[in-house]
């Protein structure tokens, strides 16, 4: 029986905009590695709208679940990056209602594990940010960069000063200063582009609801009502940025250029790590271990990737750690050599390379590739308990080989 993976976007994307595709590094290492480790079958890109709700996000899964069924057949595992892993772990829940006219649980039935990549599983105080006026122009001006950095490896120096001055000291009309930025940006590209990158933005402008259910609070009640699919595995990877500070701006480079992106992503970082105390995520001991095993420090809640603090990325069974910024793990690292070219834009100065990025992903095809065996871990986050999960220890260098 064939096994296909199906690649869930979060919420800073786009499935492709055009021709630039958010998971396109990911994609050719799963290629190559999948197939040995018994992962034979398609990679396949679900296409969802970034902002809209969960549940709508949600349906999207199960209907490209539904392609692969009626199509070659066979068995999907999952792997959602930032919100696109709630995305998949709603879709696979048992009895869920989603807004679809496809057999949700025909779908579900057919998966056999959810991977999640550096997802909010207990929230993140972005999404405060993100859900008012300048945070939703803000988001709305880091996909369009993403987009742009992916064509030509690096945004205009004057937008990205812009940029910076419009994220530290706001004016009262943020909308403005965004709408000039952005108009600016899609002047550099041919008109058929253009067209298809408007054509994105304006399909997503008219739900904006995921914002504000990936708040701690929020998935605090999503927890509670999403339950975990018995005979699905459920695994994550866990990502940490470097902390800001004068190592990280000295690794990013002392270029006007490479300093306003490190600015950028500072201001990120602050706000990632601001989760109330009343709502951050309490690792058990087993937790806390493994954490400390995969990064050789302790994590404490003021630890994230610029987007998603590391101890609410726990769900599941820890399959690798990695000190990388919430774009690196997904390959948005600075590479421009390889072919085809890594480009970063946002310089966390975490040094993510090549090399730790093939042996992530090679991680995650053997872990997709072995057979189930024993009992199953249960969900990260119930009551801090997963039974049967493995530490990093018992696992020998899987974790700890991505640092």
């Known amino acids: 029986m064939a096994h296909h993976v199906l690649l869930v976007p979060g919420f800073f994307g786009f499935t492709s905009a055009g021709d630039f595709t958010y998971f396109g590094h990911v994609r050719d290492v799963l290629a190559e590695v999948g197939p040995p480790a018994g992962v ?40 959602g990056h930032s919100s696109g892993g709630l995305d998949a772990r709603l879709a696979v829940s ?18 056999r594990a959810v991977v999640t990549v550096a997802s909010p599983h207990h929230g993140t105080p972005t999404a405060h940010f993100f859900s008012n006026l300048l945070g939703q122009q803000v988001l709305k001006l880091l996909s369009i960069c993403t987009i742009y950095s992916l064509r030509a490896g690096r945004l205009p120096l004057g937008i990205l000063l812009r940029m910076v001055k419009l994220i530290r000291s706001p004016g009262r009309k943020p909308e403005g200063v965004v709408a000039q930025i952005f108009a ?15 054509d994105f933005f304006r399909s997503i402008s008219g739900d904006q609801d995921l914002v504000a259910q990936i708040t701690p609070a929020a998935m605090d009640l999503f927890n509670a009502s999403t339950q975990d699919r018995p005979g699905v595995r459920y695994g994550c990877v866990v990502t940490r940025a470097r902390p800001p500070g004068i190592t990280s701006a000295l690794r990013v480079g002392l270029g006007v250029y490479a300093q306003a992106t490190h600015a950028v992503y500072v ?3 602050r706000i990632s790590g601001r989760t109330p105390e009343p709502r951050a995520r ?14 050789h420090k302790p994590v404490g809640p003021e630890a994230n990737d610029g987007i998603v603090p590391t101890a609410s ?10 000190w990388a910024d919430h774009l690196d793990v997904i390959g948005h690292f600075d590479h421009p050599t390889h072919v085809p ?23 995650v095809a053997a872990w997709l590739g072995t ?33």
């Open 40 to 79: 034979d079958g398609e990679i396949r890109l679900v296409r969802t709208d970034p902002t809209a709700s969960l549940r709508s996000r949600a349906a999207r899964v199960a209907e490209a679940i539904r392609e692969v069924l009626d199509g070659p057949g066979g068995e999907v595992s999952l792997v």
């Open 94 to 111: 048992p009895a869920v209602s989603l807004p679809t006219d496809v057999d949700v649980e025909r779908c579900a039935r057919a998966v």
């Open 313 to 322: 990325q726990l769900w599941g069974e820890p399959i690798a750690g990695a």
């Open 184 to 198: 600016d940006l899609l002047a550099d590209f041919s008109i058929s582009r253009r067209r298809s990158i408007e």
């Open 341 to 363: 070219p890594h480009f970063d834009w946002l310089a966390s100065g975490t040094g993510f390379t090549r090399p730790q990025f093939e042996r992530l992903w090679s991680d």
């Open 282 to 295: 309490l690792l058990s001991p087993a937790e806390a271990d493994e954490l400390r095993e995969a990064f």
């Open 267 to 269: 201001a990120l970082h």
């Open 371 to 403: 057979p189930r065996s024993g009992p199953e871990p249960s969900a990260g986050g119930r009551g801090g308990e997963r039974e049967g999960a493995v530490r990093a220890s018992e696992r020998g260098a899987t974790v700890a080989s991505i640092l």
